[in-house]
T-cell receptor, first 115, second 116 residues
Framework: AQKITQTQPGMFVQEKEAVTLDCTYD???????LFWYKQPSSGEMIFLIY??????QNATEGRYSLNFQKARKSANLVISASQLGDSAMYFC????????????FGRGTSLIVHP | EPEVTQTPSHQVTQMGQEVILRCVPI?????FYWYRQILGQKVEFLVS????????KSEIFDDQFSVERPDGSNFTLKIRSTKLEDSAMYFC??????????????FGAGTRLSVL
């Protein structure tokens, strides 16, 4: 079984500051993928960033980076230089071979960026 | 940039009616998925589809649901005899491959289903 835990139901950040959204996972598989998605108030799910379990480098995509700590089973999303448009729900997800590569999503973290 | 397209964006139906939700996946993708998200809750997997057949389904995906790829571009989710608890956002997604970095699933904007 695979599981994602997002312990922060809500986060606030000042515009232009960096923010870290926490995600811990549980799986017995050695090979897995970790994903972050953004869901603005309009509802769509937007893919942000991917990290493979065997990737040696932490993934980065523009202002998004993934702080991957394999031993701690954590995959925190770091958003640098927050913008008002970053206000949204953020979901962490994991896919594993044992789970037929079907992603399991966490409950999400609501991020509000203040001007 | 290629995207997954879903229609309609909002569907209102009466309890007991049948609805068909439509999706056009990204053209070179091989794997297609339906998810649902009840308001305020997490995204839940319903079904995956590959090579014109269901490859995985969750316990939510019972006989009330069916999927079809009627032609080379569309992918549909049919919900028969809708119930109040079927009210949710339904997402279609597609991916290029099953494993590794290419199994990133790209989602459509969703269809909000309201059952009255």
């Amino acid at each position: 079984a695979q599981k994602i835990t997002q312990t922060q139901p809500g986060m606030f950040v000042q515009e232009k500051e960096a923010v870290t959204l926490d995600c811990t996972y549980d799986t017995s598989d050695q090979s897995y993928g970790l994903f972050w998605y953004k869901q603005p108030s309009s509802g769509e799910m937007i893919f942000l960033i991917y990290q493979g379990s065997y990737d040696e480098q932490n993934a980065t995509e523009g202002r998004y980076s993934l702080n991957f700590q394999k031993a701690r089973k954590s995959a925190n999303l770091v958003i640098s230089a927050s913008q008002l448009g970053d206000s949204a729900m953020y979901f962490c997800a994991i896919s594993t071979s044992g789970g037929s590569y079907i992603p399991t999503f966490g409950r999400g973290t609501s991020l509000i960026v203040h001007p | 940039e290629p995207e997954v397209t879903q229609t309609p964006s909002h569907q209102v139906t009466q309890m007991g009616q049948e609805v068909i939700l439509r999706c056009v996946p990204i053209s070179n993708h091989l794997y297609f998925y339906w998810y649902r998200q009840i308001l305020g809750q997490k995204v839940e997997f319903l079904v995956s589809f590959y090579n014109n057949e269901i490859s995985e389904k969750s316990e939510i995906f019972d006989d009330q649901f069916s999927v079809e790829r009627p032609d080379g571009s569309n992918f549909t989710l049919k919900i028969r005899s809708t119930k109040l608890e079927d009210s949710a956002m339904y997402f279609c997604a597609s991916s290029e491959a099953l494993t590794g970095v290419k199994n990133i699933q790209y989602f459509g904007a969703g269809t909000r289903l309201s059952v009255l």
